[in-house]
């Protein structure tokens, strides 16, 4: 089987990031993320995710809908609220918010808790430590984890692994999550787009 060229595979949203810091945090975050994250589906069962986002390379379709959307949110003038940096980590936050939807090792279905497994193993990753401030990594945690909103309980348990969003960066997060997984709006993935 082909390697997969992680970072060339993300090129266009990691090159939306404008503060060196973050940006390399972004690239090296990629690298860390399993193999499977190309592979897979965004929906282990296909019922929550439009056509484009399932079978084989899926949760990667559907993390880039879900970073260009955002970009597109920006550019609406009720959205100029937020800083270059907060753009920057709202970005970096979309990228890695499914990268561990089938838990640390890949199993045959998503796992409700991904957000908290993906905020703890990027926030425990030694790779990525010192690489940006504290405050930056919090933000992108926080987004990470949150990026479900009101889907945080498991269905089984009733018990809730997430927190729902709060601040205006997790809210506009788990916007752009819930677009780009709703099945009657597909994308086109070759329109250009620019920040």
């Not at 955002?70 to 970005?91: H, N, Q, S």
């Amino acid at each position: 089987m082909k390697a997969i060229d992680k970072i060339k595979s993300f090129a266009k949203e990691i090159n939306f990031i404008k503060d060196d810091q973050i940006r390399e945090f972004a690239t090296r975050a990629v690298e860390t993320l399993p193999d499977y994250f190309w592979e897979v589906g965004a929906s282990s069962t296909g019922k929550y995710h439009p056509k484009y986002a399932s079978g084989k390379g899926g949760l990667f379709r559907h993390t880039q809908a879900a970073v260009r959307i955002l970009i597109e949110f920006l550019r609406m003038e009720m959205y100029a609220v937020f800083t270059e940096r907060e753009i920057d980590l709202m970005i970096v936050a979309l990228i890695l918010h499914d990268g561990y939807k089938y838990g640390k090792e890949k199993s045959k279905w998503s796992v409700s808790e991904h957000p908290a497994i993906a905020k703890f193993a990027i926030e425990n990753n030694n790779e990525l430590k010192g690489i940006i401030l504290e405050d930056d990594l919090l933000a992108i945690t926080d987004g990470i984890v949150s990026h479900m909103g009101a889907w945080n309980t498991d269905n089984k348990t009733g018990i809730e692994f997430a927190p729902k969003p709060t601040s205006k960066m997790q809210k506009l997060i788990h916007i752009c999550d819930y677009i780009a997984s709703r099945k009657c709006l597909e994308f086109n993935f070759d329109a250009e787009i620019t920040r």
